[in-house]
Structure formats: structure tokens, C-alpha cells
Nanobody, 126 residues
């Protein structure tokens, strides 16, 4: 089992930055492929970013490309999402997800993940 706890959400003005953290426990994060997803009210859950087990491969949604950065610190069992140049349309609940992987790929679809955090709210005002 893997437990995921997100933190770092909050309210910020457009153009500002936030860094989300996802702390994993139960199993070593070095065996996990990780992803960040978000869901705005009345909308489906969308992929934001994903990172491979090694950290060498990453994926970003077009909407966040160049503004968000996903990274991992296996020594701290933590995955991060650095969010810069935030826009009001980035407002959503952000979720961290994990799955055990053997290879070096990232996984971009939410239905590929087995473990989910409880989510953290990000609100960007104009």
C-alpha cells in the first residue's frame, strides 16, 4: 500500500507561484511512477504532469507547458509540482497519484494509477 499526502495548495494572484508537495509513505517512492492531476468544479479530472520512476522522463499537459515543473526527491519520498505564472484557469483541486512501475516510462492517464492523495485546493484570482 502507498499513502499519498499533498500539501502546498492555497490562494494566489494571477502571475504568482506555488509549489505542491506529495509525500509518499508505505513503500519507497523510487519504485513509483508519479503524476499530478487536477479537477475544477463541474469538470473532469485532467492530467497536469507525470514523471517516470527514474525522473528522466516527464510529461506536461499543453496548458501548463513552460509554467509547471514536476520533480522528485526519492531521498525524501516526495514529488513536487512547481507552478509558476499561475492563471485563473489553473484553479482546481490538485491530486497526486502513484503506481508501481518496472520500466522507465511515465504514465499520463489517470486510470493507470493505483494510489491517490486526498487533493489540495489551488485558487488563482485575477
Amino acid at each position: 500500500q502507498v499513502q499519498l499526502v499533498e500539501s502546498g495548495g492555497g490562494s494566489v494572484q494571477a502571475g504568482g507561484s506555488l509549489r505542491l508537495s506529495c509525500a509518499a509513505s508505505g513503500r519507497t517512492v523510487s519504485r513509483l511512477g508519479m503524476g499530478w492531476f487536477r479537477q475544477a468544479p463541474g469538470k473532469e479530472r485532467d492530467t497536469v504532469a507525470a514523471i517516470s520512476r527514474s525522473g528522466d522522463s516527464t510529461y506536461y499537459a499543453d496548458s501548463v507547458w513552460g509554467r509547471f515543473t514536476i520533480s522528485r526527491d526519492d531521498a525524501k519520498n516526495t514529488v513536487y509540482l512547481q507552478m509558476n505564472s499561475l492563471k485563473p484557469e489553473d484553479t482546481a483541486v490538485y491530486y497526486c497519484a502513484a503506481k508501481y512501475v518496472l520500466g522507465t516510462n511515465y504514465y499520463r492517464n489517470s486510470n493507470e494509477y493505483d494510489y491517490w492523495g486526498q487533493g489540495t485546493q489551488v485558487t488563482v484570482s485575477s
